[in-house]
Structures are given as C-alpha cells and as structure tokens.
C-alpha cells in the first residue's frame, strides 16, 4: 500500500511575511505533472525465513513520471509492529519488527542523488533475524522522502510482509515395554517431546510393524505447543516366538504449513507364552497372568519325579529297614504276651 503526502519545499526566509504571501508564493511552485513514486517490487532470499538466520532483502524503486526527475530520495526502513503473529497455542504476543530485524553492517536508510524518469533504483540489504522471534508474518516498512526539480518535497510509505518461522524439533524417549508374550497383548509406550520454539499442528502418532497385531495403533494429538510433552501408548500381540519389529511414525506441521515426517524403530524378542513359567503352569491369553495347567490342578510332584523316586536305590534299603523294625516290634510284642500268660498261671497256681 502507497501514502503520498506533498510538503512545501521552499527556504524559510529569515524575515516574516503575511500567510497570504506565503500562500500565493506556494500556489506558483506547484506541479500538475507531480512525480510518484513507487516500490515495484520485492523478493526475499530465502523466501521464508528462519529464526536465528540471516536473509537479503532486494526491492526495486520506480519513477513513474515520463518527464520529471526525482531528486534527494532518501529511503528509510521503519520498524514497525508485526501484523500477524503465530495464532495458535500459546505464543501469540505482539513482537515489534525492531526486537525481529537487524540490518547487517548498514544504517537503517541509504540516500539516492537523482532518479530519472521510468527508471528504477534497485538495493539489497542483509538483514538478520533475532532466535527468539514468534513464527509469524511481520512488516517492514519503507519511508521514501524526495523532492521534485522546483524543490517540492513529498514523503510515501511502502510495506513489505516478511514471514517468520521457528525451526521445528520433535525428540522421542525411549519405547518402554515389559516381555512380550507370544498371545498375549502387552502395552508398549513412548513420550514425545516438542523440543523446538514453534508450535506445531496437525501432529499425528502412527505405528507399524510385522509379526504382531496392533491395538490404538493411531493417535491424534493436534496442536503441539512449543516446551510440551505428549504420551503415545498402544498394545501388540505378538504371534510366533522371535524378534519383533516396529515403527512409531510422527507427521505434523509447522508454523508455515510445511509438513515434516519423522520415525524411530523399536525391537523385542517376543517369547512363548509357558517360557519362563513355573512348571505346570502356563500363561491366560486373556489376562496374560500365570494359571495353573489342567483347569487348576495343582501337582505338588510331578509324574516324573514320582518314578525317579521308585528307582533310587535308597528308598528301598529304607523300606527294606521299617519292615525289620516292624517285624521285630511284633516279635517282641508276642514274647511279653507270653511271659504275662506264664506269670497268670502261676498265680492260679
């Protein structure tokens, strides 16, 4: 957008004159064919510019006049408020261009001697972006002041938007998860960090894999902010012994609409479901808990174990042992029934 705005050049004499005077004195230097001018275009190098780098701005200034030549252009960059900082989440404060934009090893306005008609005078400037600017698109504005060949002075304002964005960057922990059971779900989990400065969108959790079934296999997250920490859990079911194998995907966008893709792989060894299980005992598929085999009985002494014991050579010098005893107990029982026979006898007697 384009402000003209004329400003009567004449030398201030060092004697006052009556207003009329100065009024009919002005009306006689005026122009009908006045000179404007106007910013013809611009480009920005990169087209978007990243927080904390540098970019060069090159514009073009252009005489539209066919006769009259401009003179004195002095051409001001102002610094002015951002138009339209990031929206979403939570850094959405109004930063002025001042704190955004710093010019590299130049002044802030450069001086033009003469500008013909139709003719154009060009610049670049390196100019540098502060780390810690908002994404967002901001305005730079340019102050065009320059007088006509009867010494008339004019003044227009030119702006030109420069878009923002922070550098996006999403970290991963670790994937945690305990042993993974053949037929039996297991929860697997992993935190996701927005380590960078800008707001993300449209962030998105998917995971993938071979050799295991997947439950709550997406999940959306939408808006990122910046310093935020999100949790991504799912459950896989392993079906055969072995190693497993996954992906965790993250897509999202950032600030400026470019849209970034992001993976990290996971590995386990999945084991069967009675591995690592006390014998006669074997896993629920259903609850992934411990039960007892043959619908809950409980064999304190396994069938093996039983003929290892009828084997052993000491049990049977230890039978072979309780059956003397025994019989030696009833040989002695019988001899004292006897003897109490005898001494009733006797008594009678």
Same mark, same amino acid.
């Given at each position: 957008?384009?402000?003209?705005?004329?400003?009567?050049?004449?030398?201030?004499?060092?004697?006052?004159?009556?207003?009329?005077?100065q009024d009919?004195?002005q009306?006689a230097?005026?122009?009908?064919?006045q000179?404007?001018?106007?910013?013809?275009?611009?480009?920005?190098?990169?087209?978007?510019?990243e927080?904390?780098?540098?970019?060069?701005?090159?514009?073009?200034?252009y005489?539209?006049n066919?006769k009259?030549?401009?003179?004195?252009?002095?051409?001001?960059?102002?610094?002015?408020?951002?138009?339209?900082?990031?929206?979403?989440?939570?850094?959405? %404060?109004?930063?002025?261009?001042?704190?955004?934009?710093?010019p590299?090893?130049?002044?802030n306005s450069?001086?033009?001697?003469?500008?013909?008609?139709?003719?154009?005078?060009?610049?670049?400037?390196?100019?540098?972006?502060?780390?810690? %600017?908002?994404?967002?698109?901001?305005?730079?504005?340019?102050?065009?002041?320059?007088?006509?060949?009867?010494?008339?002075?004019?003044?227009?304002?030119?702006?030109?938007?420069?878009?923002?964005?922070?550098?996006?960057?999403?970290?991963?922990?670790?994937? =945690?998860?305990?042993?993974?059971?053949?037929?039996?779900?297991?929860?697997?989990?992993?935190?996701?960090y927005?380590?960078? =400065?800008?707001?993300?969108?449209?962030f998105?959790?998917?995971?993938?894999?071979?050799?295991f079934?997947?439950?709550n296999?997406?999940?959306?997250?939408?808006?990122?902010?910046?310093?935020?920490?999100?949790?991504?859990t799912?459950?896989?079911?392993?079906?055969?012994?072995?190693?497993? =194998?996954?992906?965790?995907?993250?897509?999202?966008?950032?600030? %400026?609409?470019?849209?970034?893709?992001?993976?990290?792989e996971? =590995?386990?060894?999945?084991?069967?479901?009675?591995?690592?299980?006390?014998?006669?005992?074997?896993?629920?598929?259903?609850?992934?808990?411990?039960?007892?085999?043959?619908?809950?009985?409980?064999?304190?002494?396994?069938a093996?174990n039983?003929?290892?014991v009828?084997?052993?050579?000491f049990?049977?010098?230890?039978l072979?042992?309780?059956?003397?005893?025994?019989?030696?107990?009833?040989?002695?029982?019988?001899?004292?029934?006897k003897?109490?026979e005898?001494?009733i006898?006797?008594?009678?007697?």
């Amino acid at each position: 957008m384009t402000y003209y705005q004329q400003i009567n050049g004449q030398k201030e004499n060092d004697q006052a004159s009556n207003e009329q005077v100065q009024d009919n004195d002005q009306q006689a230097v005026q122009m009908k064919n006045q000179p404007k001018l106007i910013l013809s275009n611009y480009s920005l190098s990169p087209q978007t510019v990243e927080a904390g780098g540098d970019f060069n701005l090159s514009f073009s200034l252009y005489n539209t006049n066919a006769k009259n030549t401009i003179y004195n252009l002095k051409v001001t960059i102002d610094q002015q408020l951002a138009s339209q900082p990031q929206s979403s989440g939570e850094n959405n %404060a109004m930063v002025s261009d001042g704190s955004v934009f710093t010019p590299n090893n130049t002044s802030n306005s450069f001086y033009v001697a003469a500008l013909y008609p139709w003719n154009t005078a060009d610049r670049n400037i390196s100019m540098s972006v502060n780390p810690n %600017a908002v994404a967002g698109n901001y305005v730079i504005g340019l102050t065009l002041e320059y007088e006509d060949y009867m010494g008339n002075q004019y003044q227009t304002k030119e702006s030109i938007g420069i878009p923002v964005v922070q550098r996006a960057n999403v970290t991963l922990g670790e994937v =945690k998860h305990d042993d993974l059971i053949v037929g039996s779900p297991n929860q697997v989990s992993v935190n996701i960090y927005n380590t960078g =400065k800008d707001n993300l969108n449209t962030f998105m959790c998917d995971v993938v894999g071979m050799g295991f079934s997947i439950d709550n296999d997406r999940k959306f997250i939408g808006n990122f902010n910046s310093g935020t920490t999100e949790n991504f859990t799912f459950n896989v079911t392993p079906e055969e012994e072995g190693p497993v =194998k996954g992906r965790i995907l993250l897509t999202y966008e950032d600030s %400026a609409g470019n849209v970034h893709n992001q993976t990290q792989e996971f =590995k386990a060894e999945a084991t069967s479901m009675d591995a690592g299980g006390e014998e006669g005992t074997t896993v629920d598929p259903e609850t992934g808990e411990m039960i007892p085999v043959d619908g809950g009985a409980d064999n304190n002494m396994p069938a093996e174990n039983n003929g290892g014991v009828l084997k052993s050579p000491f049990f049977w010098i230890g039978l072979l042992v309780i059956i003397v005893l025994i019989g030696l107990l009833i040989k002695k029982r019988k001899k004292n029934k006897k003897d109490e026979e005898l001494i009733i006898d006797d008594e009678d007697i």
